[in-house]
């Protein structure tokens, strides 16, 4: 995988999570994200590769020019990619990170419970290549 590569692994039995990729599916991303499940043969390498237990992930992960964001980094890095307002998720960072991530390590342990599993892990279409 070159370096310019733009990659989300995302959980995609999680209702949140493969919902909030459709939301980014529907966007405009210049350059675009490809968007791997954490269930297929390629994201549980690239889990692993990163030291993310693929088998009991707790984070995603989010890959942009050869550098990892997860956790609430993450999160904050694929939100301000949509462009326009949403840019603004950058100001999140003036928040302590322990805090961030604290808060997003309580909606990823409890993401099953408040939102659901999905029976089929969603696979987003990608284009070729």
């Known amino acids: 995988m070159s370096t310019d590569t ?6 995609g039995c999680c ?3 493969s919902g909030w990729v459709r939301f980014m599916a529907r966007h405009t991303i210049t350059p675009p994200f490809r968007l791997l499940s954490m269930q297929s043969g390629e994201g549980r390498l690239l889990l692993q590769a990163h ?3 693929a088998d009991d992930p707790a984070t995603f992960l989010v890959l942009d020019g050869g550098q990892p964001y997860r956790e609430s980094d993450g999160a904050i890095h694929v939100v301000a990619a949509l462009g326009g307002l949403w840019r603004l998720a950058r ?3 003036w928040v302590p990170r322990a805090w ?3 808060l997003y390590l309580l909606l ?3 993401r099953y419970r408040w939102f659901g599993r999905r029976v089929v892990c969603y696979l987003p279409d990608q284009p070729p290549g």
């Open 15 to 17: 209702h949140l999570c």
């Open 100 to 102: 961030r991530d604290a």
């Open 91 to 93: 100001l999140a960072k």
């Open 108 to 110: 990823a342990r409890n």
């Open 51 to 53: 030291g993310i237990d």
């Open 6 to 11: 733009r990659v989300v692994v995302f959980d």
